[in-house]
């Protein structure tokens, strides 16, 4: 790379120069702010723990390594020794060590690589379903307060049913039972315990089910942690109550389930009430129901005596009703009665306002002047009509005193050279042989001018 000319170094604005110090730690704050918790498997090597307790080592595959970091606070409850060689899974952050510019990862769990893939598995599945919302506290169905049958979905062998049962009868012995067997383990338990939550469903001999598993390993739980068994369990319009495993156990079921108990007999406790509470409850609703009862007849008493005080004779108020009638039959009369007189008083004012308005009168006015306006129109335009023609008269006696034709009729004659029509005023306008037409007062002459005398 060339050197910086010293002029252009000088044009640089300082914003654009870095100190490394501030690179690394501005890389290091977009790594981490872009990369969320992963997880990555790989295998450790250079594995070191220094007197602080902190881990360092690098994770590598067969082409790459990556130095990772793994605090104190993190790596207390590891519940295996780590060492060289091992195949690991881990949940870190992306990050970089700015004193050296390492680029690392901070490891905030750490497994091996056994168990690794199960729980990748869940993390991942945990993730899809969470976005499509099947966990969500809006899908959650109430338990019943008192449910009518109990169902069981679990293996009937198993110790979970033994709690359950124990439980039910201890809280609510007078609640039926139904029990789904399943296997809740092993190839094919996840299908099977779905199409028992959709026979189930289609039975509706129950209103509220109990998933119900012992505690184990993450291996013995993986029938729970699967989508089939989800999609199931979300389906399910019966409630269904999970109590699988211990209480730090958890599993896709516990989430998509409408209640999680943290063991079978705790399910059981929460769906079954208690019988000696819920009697001492029907007790105590018995004795309000009585004292209500009690108080609303007397109180229905005491208005049945007041309204017996206050009764009438029937006779009475028929009498009553028809007097009442009689006066508003009377009144009624004599508002119609006004009414009526006013409405004709103000109907004759109409009418006469109505006449005056007649359009047949105002028709008759219009011919009228209609007429007389025609018949002056018809004098007026006589006498201008007679005027005109005697003034007519006059111009033609005028018009005929100064025509030519009145010349001619004396025996005079217009003449006109040919061929150009000029007329002709003087001898000297042609020569011997032009030709030369005169019109008389009866017909034309067309001549040839033999000889021309000029004064």
Not at 185 to 209: K, S
Not at 216 to 238: H, K, M, P, W, Y
């Amino acid at each position: 790379m060339a050197p910086i000319h010293p002029q252009a170094r000088q044009e640089l604005p300082s914003s654009a120069v870095y100190t490394v110090s501030e690179l690394n730690h501005e890389v290091r704050s977009i790594l981490e702010a872009n990369y969320p918790l992963i997880w990555i498997e790989g295998e450790l090597s250079n594995l070191s723990r220094p007197a602080s307790g902190h881990l360092y080592f690098s994770l590598k595959d067969a082409h790459c390594q990556i130095r990772c970091a793994m605090f104190r606070p993190y790596n207390r409850g590891l519940g295996f020794s780590v060492a060289n060689g091992q195949q690991v899974l881990m949940r870190a952050r992306v990050s970089l060590y700015p004193e050296r510019g390492d680029f690392q990862l901070i490891v905030e769990y750490l497994e091996e690589a056994g168990a690794g893939a199960l729980r990748r598995a869940f993390e991942v599945l945990k993730q899809k379903l969470r976005a499509e919302g099947l966990f969500d506290d809006a899908r959650k169905q109430p338990l019943p307060t008192v449910p009518t049958r109990l169902g069981i979905i679990t293996s009937p062998t198993g110790a979970a049913i033994r709690d359950i049962l124990t439980v039910v009868k201890r809280r609510f012995p007078a609640l039926p039972v139904l029990i789904y067997p399943v296997p809740v383990q092993g190839v094919g338990a996840a299908d099977e315990i779905a199409r028992m939550l959709q026979i189930a469903n289609a039975h509706a001999a129950c209103d509220v089910l109990i998933l119900a598993r012992g505690g184990g390993s993450l291996e013995d739980l993986a029938a729970f942690n699967t989508e089939v068994v989800a999609r199931a369990i979300d389906a399910s319009q019966i409630p269904v109550v999970a109590g699988i495993g211990h209480e730090i156990d958890f599993t896709i079921a516990d989430f998509v389930a409408d209640q999680r108990a943290p063991t079978p007999s705790a399910a059981a406790e929460l769906v079954t009430p208690e019988q000696a509470q819920l009697q001492q409850y029907l007790t105590k609703l018995r004795w309000r129901l009585v004292v209500r009862t009690r108080a609303r007849l007397q109180a229905e008493r005491q208005k049945l005596i007041w309204v017996q005080r206050r009764l009438v004779h029937p006779r009475r108020q028929l009498h009553d009703r028809i007097q009442r009638n009689d006066a508003l039959y009377l009144r009624l009369r004599r508002i119609i009665s006004s009414t009526l007189m006013t409405r004709a008083t103000h109907l004759a004012a109409l009418a006469g306002r109505l006449e005056r308005v007649n359009p047949a009168v105002s028709l008759r006015v219009h011919r009228a002047r209609r007429a007389q306006l025609r018949q002056r129109l018809l004098n007026a335009a006589g006498q201008d009509l007679e005027r005109r023609r005697l003034k007519l008269s006059a111009l033609r006696r005028q018009l005929d005193a100064l025509s030519p034709h009145q010349t001619l009729q004396r025996g005079y004659a217009i003449v006109t050279h040919v061929p150009s029509g000029a007329i002709l005023r003087s001898a000297a306008a042609v020569e011997n042989g032009d030709r030369i037409q005169a019109k008389l007062a009866r017909g034309e002459l067309l001549c040839t001018v033999d000889q021309v005398s000029t004064p």
